[in-house]
Protein backbone atom coordinates (compact mmCIF):
# COMPACT_ATOMS: atom_id res chain seq x y z
CA UNK A 1 0.00 0.00 0.00
CA UNK A 2 1.37 3.12 -1.16
CA UNK A 3 1.82 5.69 1.88
CA UNK A 4 2.60 9.07 2.12
CA UNK A 5 2.70 10.92 5.20
CA UNK A 6 2.85 14.97 6.82
CA UNK A 7 4.73 16.07 9.71
CA UNK A 8 5.33 19.48 11.24
CA UNK A 9 2.11 20.77 12.22
CA UNK A 10 1.83 22.13 15.27
CA UNK A 11 0.21 24.99 16.90
CA UNK A 12 2.03 28.71 16.65
CA UNK A 13 0.44 32.68 17.13
CA UNK A 14 0.17 34.82 14.23
CA UNK A 15 3.01 36.00 12.80
CA UNK A 16 5.02 32.63 13.42
CA UNK A 17 6.42 30.22 11.31
CA UNK A 18 6.02 26.17 10.72
CA UNK A 19 7.61 23.91 8.23
CA UNK A 20 5.25 20.89 6.83
CA UNK A 21 6.97 17.40 5.25
CA UNK A 22 5.78 15.29 3.34
CA UNK A 23 7.38 12.01 2.37
CA UNK A 24 6.49 8.69 0.94
CA UNK A 25 8.32 5.16 0.74
CA UNK A 26 7.29 4.06 -2.21
CA UNK A 27 6.89 7.39 -4.53
CA UNK A 28 9.76 9.00 -5.65
CA UNK A 29 8.79 12.58 -5.58
CA UNK A 30 10.78 14.06 -8.51
CA UNK A 31 8.55 11.96 -10.82
CA UNK A 32 5.01 13.14 -9.46
CA UNK A 33 3.23 16.22 -9.21
CA UNK A 34 3.13 17.16 -5.43
CA UNK A 35 0.59 19.03 -3.95
CA UNK A 36 -0.36 20.65 -0.64
CA UNK A 37 -4.37 20.81 0.61
CA UNK A 38 -5.96 22.30 3.11
CA UNK A 39 -9.07 22.00 4.98
CA UNK A 40 -10.29 24.59 7.80
CA UNK A 41 -13.55 23.70 9.67
CA UNK A 42 -16.56 23.66 7.80
CA UNK A 43 -14.85 24.46 5.42
CA UNK A 44 -14.01 22.82 1.48
CA UNK A 45 -10.83 21.63 0.75
CA UNK A 46 -8.32 24.41 -0.87
CA UNK A 47 -5.43 23.94 -2.88
CA UNK A 48 -2.27 25.70 -1.19
CA UNK A 49 0.85 24.71 -3.46
CA UNK A 50 1.69 22.57 -6.22
CA UNK A 51 4.79 21.57 -7.50
CA UNK A 52 5.20 19.91 -11.10
CA UNK A 53 7.79 16.83 -11.46
CA UNK A 54 10.82 17.28 -12.68
CA UNK A 55 9.68 16.04 -16.26
CA UNK A 56 6.77 17.01 -16.47
CA UNK A 57 4.74 19.93 -18.41
CA UNK A 58 5.76 22.76 -16.20
CA UNK A 59 9.15 21.24 -15.33
CA UNK A 60 9.21 21.51 -11.61
CA UNK A 61 7.57 24.60 -11.39
CA UNK A 62 6.11 25.67 -7.93
CA UNK A 63 2.33 27.51 -8.09
CA UNK A 64 0.79 28.70 -5.03
CA UNK A 65 -2.83 30.11 -4.49
CA UNK A 66 -3.04 33.54 -3.71
CA UNK A 67 -3.82 33.65 -0.26
CA UNK A 68 -0.25 32.05 0.35
CA UNK A 69 1.79 33.79 -2.26
CA UNK A 70 4.48 35.45 -0.49
CA UNK A 71 4.52 33.59 2.33
CA UNK A 72 4.39 30.04 2.16
CA UNK A 73 7.52 28.53 0.01
CA UNK A 74 7.28 24.75 -1.25
CA UNK A 75 10.72 23.00 -2.01
CA UNK A 76 11.39 19.41 -3.08
CA UNK A 77 14.58 17.68 -1.63
CA UNK A 78 15.28 14.87 -4.19
CA UNK A 79 18.35 13.00 -2.38
CA UNK A 80 16.15 12.61 1.05
CA UNK A 81 12.71 12.14 -1.33
CA UNK A 82 10.90 15.04 0.97
CA UNK A 83 8.63 17.68 0.18
CA UNK A 84 8.52 20.84 2.34
CA UNK A 85 5.66 23.72 3.04
CA UNK A 86 7.97 26.68 4.64
CA UNK A 87 4.59 28.78 6.03
CA UNK A 88 5.76 31.95 7.50
CA UNK A 89 4.02 35.10 8.46
CA UNK A 90 1.01 33.02 9.65
CA UNK A 91 -2.59 33.90 10.41
CA UNK A 92 -5.51 32.55 11.92
CA UNK A 93 -7.39 31.93 8.34
CA UNK A 94 -4.46 29.84 8.20
CA UNK A 95 -5.90 27.19 10.75
CA UNK A 96 -6.50 24.10 9.19
CA UNK A 97 -5.24 20.30 8.33
CA UNK A 98 -3.04 20.52 6.03
CA UNK A 99 -2.48 17.91 3.57
CA UNK A 100 0.15 16.24 0.82
CA UNK A 101 -1.21 14.93 -2.34
CA UNK A 102 0.81 12.85 -5.22
CA UNK A 103 -0.14 12.90 -8.43
CA UNK A 104 0.85 12.34 -12.27
CA UNK A 105 -0.28 15.97 -13.29
CA UNK A 106 -0.54 18.19 -10.94
CA UNK A 107 -2.62 21.37 -10.56
CA UNK A 108 -5.45 23.06 -8.01
CA UNK A 109 -7.78 20.05 -8.45
CA UNK A 110 -8.16 17.25 -5.89
CA UNK A 111 -9.49 14.77 -8.42
CA UNK A 112 -5.75 15.06 -10.19
CA UNK A 113 -3.96 13.90 -7.44
CA UNK A 114 -3.70 9.86 -6.40
CA UNK A 115 -2.89 9.35 -3.03
CA UNK A 116 -3.31 11.18 -0.07
CA UNK A 117 -1.45 11.66 4.12
CA UNK A 118 -3.30 11.24 6.29
CA UNK A 119 -3.29 15.38 7.22
CA UNK A 120 -1.62 17.58 10.37
CA UNK A 121 -3.10 19.86 12.05
CA UNK A 122 -1.82 23.77 11.54
CA UNK A 123 -3.21 26.18 14.38
CA UNK A 124 -2.23 29.85 14.49
CA UNK A 125 -3.67 31.46 17.55
CA UNK A 126 -4.50 35.05 17.09
Known amino acids: QVQVAESGGGLVQAGGSLRLSCQSSALTFEYYAVGWFRQAVEKEREGVSW????????????YYADSVKGRFTMSRDSPQNTVYLQMDNLQPEDTAIYSC???????????????WGQGTQVTVSS
Open 101 to 115: AVGPWGGFNQDEYNY
Open 51 to 62: MDSTGGTHNGTT
